[in-house]
């Protein structure tokens, strides 16, 4: 059995991007990531069904060598609509994501940045920072974005509310 080497490499190709974007903070990227890893897996499949054979249809006298493998083309068809189920998910996700905060790339919330400064990551204890005026500075600004961030969101909550109340929505 010989195997060509251009749908390894592809494959491989596929893998790789697809992670990388999906570690990547905006979810339109993580999306892209999950439909190139989707294929990706589909074409490993495809790769690992082996030859191409006549139609398994029993009765036409074709010894069961000749035929081919009908399990790697329902496993393709079922990683399909996984996928189609999984994409149209995120989609409503990225959806809902722009209509209520304008963007899609998720953020830090405090229990995250709370987990790893308890698991010892460096640079998140305010304590390991740089006593330099400068550090403080960037901290201070940093303070600032994230207060005007919370007010705006705070804002916006108080918009919606007030929206649904009236029954505009």
């Known amino acids: 059995m010989t195997i060509a080497l251009i749908p390894i490499i592809v494959m491989a190709v596929l893998y790789a991007c697809g ?51 009908p399990l790697p083309q329902a496993l393709i068809l079922t990683a399909i609509v996984i996928t189609f189920g999984v994409s149209a998910f995120l989609l409503a996700l990225i959806y809902r994501a722009w209509r209520l905060a304008q963007g899609d790339t998720l953020q830090d919330d405090e229990e995250d940045i709370a987990l790893r400064t308890s698991l010892g990551v460096p640079g998140e204890n305010p304590a390991d920072a740089t006593s330099g005026s400068d550090a403080d500075e960037d901290g201070a600004e940093m303070r600032d974005i994230e207060e005007a961030d919370a007010q705006a969101a705070a804002v916006e909550t108080e918009q919606l509310t007030i929206t649904t109340d009236r029954g505009d929505a």
């Open 19 to 69: 992670i990388f974007l999906m570690l990547e903070r905006s979810v339109t990227r993580v999306l892209l990531g999950f439909l190139l890893v989707g294929n990706a897996t589909n074409l490993l499949l495809l790769i690992m069904a082996g030859k191409a054979g006549i139609a398994p249809i029993v009765g036409g006298g074709i010894p069961a060598e000749d035929m081919t493998d």
